[in-house]
């Protein structure tokens, strides 16, 4: 694909088309929750909201920052956290992030919930990328600081494999101005984390932001995405800690960013995504890919396409969370549907 001629930023920024729900009310979750195969709705969220990288704690899934809509239109980050319990289906308010921010990455390492990196933003255009990492205390219900990224990094994808926690590709700022999106590129760079110290591991083959993926008999998926100069591409590439190297693998059917992921087994499930050119759209389009043999298949559409989802596994259920219902900023949504194999 082309470079888009509209950009990630004013996309975001642009009037809204309006928010859309979805999902079953939480006090018949317990007795609705089905059993059967494909999709079906889950439990909505408090409030429409996209870009963001949700994750499975102790239990619940966890849910921090991203952007909100209020009445159509896009109002900015926010520090909003929740945390869904899916037995019961009901969105419990827990302790909001120190600041405001979107595409945080929320990761569970070492018995504890990290929040990594991300923007900080306004209603002007300012996306000034961080490298802050927070650790949750849910003891005290607080977020506490933790040693930061060595550079602001955002719209990368985290895996945790073994004792350490991967931090590969997304963007980076180009120099010291970090104002808006404009002044962010694409990186291939990958850290590793153990608690303490971040150091520097072999770089992706291919620098891209917006991507998925997720962990697979101890190696580091990495799926879709976009890069700035060339538009959505399809690469699939793996990274082995053993070795230190990364493996280009079969690619994904078709070239989609913003997208989500869930991994069951040996397979990862990729779903959604947005592309800009022509007017843009949003991808209605899953996929299953399949380690042992190294192939994708098409699984069924969603029935609720977005991108700025979030992708979370429970069990055998891959819920997939917020997002939009239209490229940029259109249509931020509180749907969560539930997809199971």
Known sequence: MHAPKLTRRSALLMTLAGT???????????????????????????????????????????????FIAEDGQITGPTDAHHALDPATGIWHPRAPLPVARHHPQLVSFMGSLFAVGGFESDTTGAWQMQKTVWRY??????????????????????????????????RIPTS???????????????????????????????????????????????????????????????????????????????????LAAGII??????????????????????WVYDARRDRWTSVTDMPKPRHGLGGVTVGRDIYLIGGARERGGSRTSAAVEIYTP
């Open 20 to 66: 859309a729900t979805a999902g079953a009310a939480p006090a018949a979750w317990a007795q609705a929750r089905p059993a059967r195969r494909g999709w079906h709705d889950g439990p909505a969220l408090p409030f429409p909201v996209q870009e963001i990288y949700p994750c499975l704690h102790d239990g619940m899934i966890h849910l921090a920052g991203g």
């Open 137 to 170: 205390n849910q003891a005290t219900d607080d977020w506490e600081w933790t040693p930061g990224l060595p550079v602001p990094n955002a719209e990368s994808v985290a895996g945790v494999i073994g004792r350490h926690l991967y931090i590969a590709g997304g």
């Open 176 to 258: 010291q101005r970090n104002i808006v999106w404009d002044d962010h590129i694409d990186t291939a760079a990958c850290w590793r984390f153990d608690g303490e110290r971040w150091r520097k591991v072999a770089a992706m083959p291919t620098a891209r932001n917006s991507a998925t993926g997720g962990v697979i008999d101890g190696r580091l998926h990495v799926v879709g995405g976009r890069t700035v100069g060339g538009g959505n591409t399809p690469v699939h590439e793996v990274y082995d800690p053993g070795t230190d190297r990364w493996e280009t693998l079969a690619p994904m059917p078709q070239a989609q960013a913003g």
């Open 265 to 286: 087994g040996e397979k990862l499930y990729a779903f959604g995504g947005e592309w800009f050119e022509n007017g843009g759209g949003v991808y209605p389009d899953a």
